[in-house]
């Protein structure tokens, strides 16, 4: 069920079963999977929040790499966080392919990803906000 394409392991769900079981159950089964999701890249966020703090920048990347690959590549925010780690890095190949995957999201994600304080902070706060890590109090929708 929503099976990772890089992972081997993966949720076997007997068809013949569920098609006879009510349509909450289904859905039940599919939520508890998401949520399960959400909380594993939640905890690969947080330590790369703790890597980067500590100045490991290639581990941190590492962590959101996992992130892409493996539970979520559709926020244009972790895309953005990678590009900037590589570009801090000097490794122009994964900035490039940072670049041309943000293209996707529209003009609001395209240009030149050039790190500064700012860029930074937007891209942290937009990848948490995802992730639904802000708290309610922080007003941000």
Not at 21 to 50: C, G, H, N, T
Not at 64 to 79: I, N
Request: net charge neutral.
């Amino acid at each position: 069920m929503d099976r990772c394409p890089r992972c081997p392991q993966f949720l076997a769900i007997n068809l013949a079963a569920i098609a006879k079981s009510p349509k909450e159950d289904f859905a039940k089964l599919w939520a508890y999977q998401r949520a399960a999701r959400l909380v594993l890249a939640e905890i690969r966020i947080q330590s790369a929040m703790k890597h980067s703090a500590a100045g490991a920048h290639a581990a941190a990347r590492s962590d959101l790499e996992y992130v892409r690959d493996h539970f979520d590549c559709s926020v244009p925010y972790l895309h953005q966080m990678i590009g900037l780690y590589a570009g801090m890095q000097h490794d122009e190949s994964a900035k490039a392919i940072a670049m041309e995957r943000l293209k996707e999201f529209g003009p609001q994600f395209e240009g030149p990803l050039v790190f500064s304080p700012e860029a930074l902070s937007t891209a942290i706060v937009g990848l948490m906000a995802n992730f639904g890590m802000l708290p309610q109090s922080a007003g941000i929708k």
